[in-house]
Nanobody, 123 residues
Framework: QVQLVESGGGSVQSGGSLRLSCAAS????????MGWFRQAPGKEREGAAA???????SYADSVKGRFTISQDNAKNTLYLQMNSLKPEDTAMYYC?????????????????WGQGTQVTVSS
């Protein structure tokens, strides 16, 4: 099992930036795929970005060019840099882990989830 703890959420105005962090612990070596998902009120949870063990990334069309996923393997920490934020980015953001191949945000079916961190973007 892998434990995931997110941090870095908050409130920001449209056009602003935030960086989310996710600290992983436990059997992290068994997970080759890490990602960020988000869920807005009244909507289904959707994938935003994923990264595999060698650093290959994929993004949802809605965040491509604005969000950047990265990881620090030495620190077992996942990041999501979010720039040019829009009100429609308002959601609870979840860190997630998976072991499936290939590791893409479309293919990800996480088996580990964090508790989430709230991001609110005001216009």
């Amino acid at each position: 099992q892998v434990q995931l703890v997110e941090s870095g959420g908050g409130s920001v105005q449209s056009g602003g930036s935030l960086r989310l962090s996710c600290a992983a612990s436990g059997y992290t070596y068994s997970r080759n795929c890490m990602g960020w998902f988000r869920q807005a009120p009244g909507k289904e949870r959707e994938g935003a970005a994923a990264i595999d063990s060698v650093g290959a990334t994929s993004y949802a069309d809605s965040v491509k060019g604005r969000f950047t996923i990265s990881q620090d393997n030495a620190k077992n920490t996942l990041y999501l840099q979010m720039n040019s934020l829009k009100p429609e980015d308002t959601a609870m953001y979840y860190c997630a882990a998976d072991f499936r191949f290939p590791c893409t945000i479309r293919n990800m079916y996480p088996i580990d989830w964090g508790q989430g961190t709230q991001v609110t973007v005001s216009s």
